[in-house]
């Protein structure tokens, strides 16, 4: 069995960092987060951040609500919003696992490299 040790300072973070070209990481986290990136930005709205807390809360309503001091009604709609705005079931671990590379990939980039046009 071969393993591969992968330094616990830089986590995941450091890994996707490692990875490359950095075009190609930039152009899946914008496929994958420009649809919410542009809602939030045309309405005021904070989609992108309860994305973030429901990946990073594991999934949970009840924590997701509490990292961002809401209810979880209101959770549930943002969550709706997301969805529909993706056209996908973010409760699916794979879609879920995609959504969560892609929002650590813009971690580990520039603000600018990230920009897209309207």
Do not use: K, W
């Not at 330094?7 to 890994?15: I, K, N, Q, T, V």
């Not at 009840?62 to 997301?82: D, K, P, Q, S």
């Not at 993706?86 to 650590?104: F, G, K, S, W, Y």
Request: a neutral charge; charged letters at 25%; glycine letters at 6%.
């Amino acid at each position: 069995m071969v393993t591969v040790s992968i330094p616990h300072s830089g986590g995941l973070e450091a890994l996707l960092a490692s990875l490359g070209p950095a075009d190609t990481l930039n152009d899946f986290a914008q496929r994958h987060l420009a649809p919410i990136d542009t809602y939030d930005r045309q309405r005021g709205t904070a989609l992108m951040i309860t994305l973030e807390a429901f990946l990073d809360a594991g999934a949970s309503l009840e924590a997701t609500a509490l990292r961002l001091g809401t209810h979880r009604n209101t959770v549930r709609y943002r969550l709706r919003c997301i969805a529909g705005l993706l056209d996908r079931d973010i409760h699916d671990p794979r879609v879920a696992l995609e959504l969560h590379l892609a929002l650590r990939i813009r971690e580990t980039r520039s603000p600018a490299s990230l920009d897209t046009a309207p």
